[in-house]
């Protein structure tokens, strides 16, 4: 036979440990490549970072005339996915190729 016996009651500490601490426990740290935006200089690292950052600014300049999605006023960046979505539409696949290779980044002054 089968005794019936009444849960003991648990202590906070006891609940706490049994769930975690989820209240006090800090955010989990999202990393860069898993944001959904990024600033300029993020997308910059992502797409090609051997073109030099004044050529880039041009072609974002130049791709955003073109539909690229811009920097979105409330989360202070570009939104990843539609990112992507756009180099899909226009690189990928045979797509042109001319969005950043006619691109002019200003007169160059070799330090002067």
């Not at 016996?5 to 898993?34: C, L, R, S, W």
């Not at 899909?88 to 045979?94: L, P, R, T």
């Amino acid at each position: 036979m089968v005794s019936y016996q009444p849960e003991v009651e648990k202590t906070t500490a006891e609940i706490v440990a049994a769930i975690g601490n989820h209240m006090t426990d800090t955010p989990p740290t999202i990393k860069p490549d898993d944001a959904l935006f990024v600033q300029d200089r993020e997308l910059h690292r992502r797409i090609n970072p051997q073109l030099g950052w004044d050529r880039f600014r041009a072609a974002l300049r130049n791709a955003e005339l073109q539909g690229f999605p811009k920097v979105h006023r409330t989360w202070g960046g570009r939104y990843v996915p539609a990112v992507k979505a756009w180099f899909d539409k226009h690189v990928g696949s045979g797509a042109s190729s001319a969005v950043a290779e006619d691109v002019e980044d200003g007169p160059e002054d070799f330090g002067r």
